[in-house]
């Protein structure tokens, strides 16, 4: 039970951190850091806080991507302990965010100091990047530093994210990429009136159900080594003015479509609007596109996560593209390789939310071995 790592999870789960309140827990890590003689900045966008903190002057640039904000605590009476109290039980860690990911946050922190620690005159640069806006709309959080870095020239050429990408133990999955995202706010425009009068309405329900009907058949694309096939999804539907008696004025739809690099956006875009013209809907669309699909193929960072896996955790990790999204795809339009490495990912969200101790210590010297193997690969070539 004696362990650094836990000690630092512990502290940064102690913070309220809902999103996008960071609650601290940045200028905690980077006075530690500072004292490590790592540079700091920070770079607050909004209520959206975010810190870069780097070590080095030149050379090809490692960083680790994190986020200290973390989701609401959801039925507040149903948690086993207060969720911002961590507690020990059975070498589990319970708290908000021990998961998801102040654990991760914690072992990329460690990480680093025993790093620059033991090799002070190391190649190129290494880096800490962590936001408050990952688990909100994401807007101000990574995806305004990336833009702010590529307007300065600022590179990145190795990121590691340390979000929960774990499944069943410690290091048997990681990830090399994530599917694009792409919402679609659709409202379908009708004619309100009396339900016993129907001919002196037009009921947008019924006109687009057979629009809707039609996209959730159709086989976007067939996917790839990389990817699964492009999947639409209907996420919210509402329609009426709470009576009974009543055919609304409007339908509004959400769907989100998670694809790969078999379709293109535009295209995407393009099919579902032919679809509701060619029903002869009354209709406005608003589009999200909330990142674009990138995968890491192969290259020195994936094979130096794969070896300290192998090598701290006794496990030949599965590499895929699954899951949700992360920021990483902020980070991959850079020109960086890009792979997601952290704990087991069961709890996230939930009630309960843990981690289990042992793997803690474990993830750190994991990521420590990922950093000696780009230091001696000589991180510095140009």
Known sequence: MNS????????LCRRKSLTPNDAGCQALIAERLQSCGFSVEHLRFGDVDNLWAWHGSAGKVFTFLGHTDVVPVGDLP?????????SVRD??????????MKAGVAAMVLALERFVARAPQH???????????????????????????????????????GEPSS???????????????????????????????PEKALNPI?????????????????GDDHFPATSFQIS?????????????ADFQIDFNFR??????????????????AHHNLDYRIRWVHSGAPFVTTQGALRDAVTAAIKSQCQITPLADTGGGTSDGRFIAPMGAEVVEFGPVNDSIHKVDENVRIADLDILCDAYGKVLDQLNVAGADTP
């Open 4 to 11: 650094e790592v836990l000690d630092l999870t512990i502290e």
């Open 78 to 86: 149903a948690w086993s302990s207060p969720p911002f109290e961590p």
């Open 91 to 100: 070498g589990v860690l319970y708290a908000r965010g021990a998961a998801d």
């Open 123 to 161: 190649a190129g640069v290494v880096g800490l990047l962590l936001t408050s806006d990952e688990e909100g709309i994401a807007v101000d959080g990574i995806k305004r530093v990336a833009e702010t870095f590529g307007q300065r020239g600022q590179r990145i050429d190795y990121c590691l994210v």
């Open 167 to 197: 499944e069943q133990k410690l290091g048997d999955r990681i990830r090399i990429g994530r599917r694009g995202s792409l919402h679609g706010h659709l409202k379908v425009r009708g004619v309100q009136g009396h339900v016993a009068f």
């Open 206 to 222: 019924h006109h687009a159900l057979p629009a809707l009907h039609e996209l959730v058949g159709i086989r976007w694309d067939e």
């Open 236 to 248: 919210n539907a509402h329609a009426g003015t709470g009576a009974t008696n009543v055919i609304p």
């Open 259 to 276: 694809y790969g690099a078999s379709s293109r956006v535009e295209d995407l875009m393009r099919r579902v609007e032919t679809v509701l």
